[in-house]
Structure formats: C-alpha cells, structure tokens
C-alpha cells in the first residue's frame, strides 16, 4: 500500500494550535522566570489530563516536586495559567494566532 503523502488540513490545524499552546506555555515561563521548556512530548505526556490547571499541576508533581515544599501548586498554576492566556492573546493581536 502506497502512503498517503497529500495534506491533511484538520492535522495541520491540530498541529498549528499545538503549536501555539507550546509558545504560549513557554513564553509564560520565560516571563516568569522559570527555567522550564516545554515540548511537543511533554504536552502529549499531559494531555490525558482534564483540564489546564490539573496539567500544571501534575507537570510540578512529577518534574518539580521540590517547588510544592514551599509553594501552592494552583498558585504556581493559576499565575502561569495567567501569563500564558495573556501571550495567546498578544500573538493573536499580531495576527499569529
């Protein structure tokens, strides 16, 4: 059987927008100084997780355990969840998104 090389736009949508996600998250953790860098992998590692807040939440339990001994995990999540809405919403002023 011969693949199928033709473009996929739905796939291409899907990958634009993850793509997005992972410039956001990572434009947020640039801003709030944390030294943390997102891939493609580590957003398929969470994305059996519901929600965004309980993504960060589980990213700090399993990768950063030691920041929860002396900060709030929904804190930590809630302010990154806050600057990374605030970046979707600057690439999309500019026309990116």
Known sequence: MIPDTTAHPRRERIATE???ELDAYNAAFDELELDWHWSRATLDELASISGEQE???A???AHRPHL???HDAAAIA???LEVKERMRARTASQGNG
């Open 78 to 80: 809630s302010e990154i």
């Open 59 to 61: 990213y700090l339990r």
């Open 18 to 20: 993850a793509e997005r």
């Open 55 to 57: 993504r960060i939440t």
């Open 68 to 70: 929860l001994k002396v």
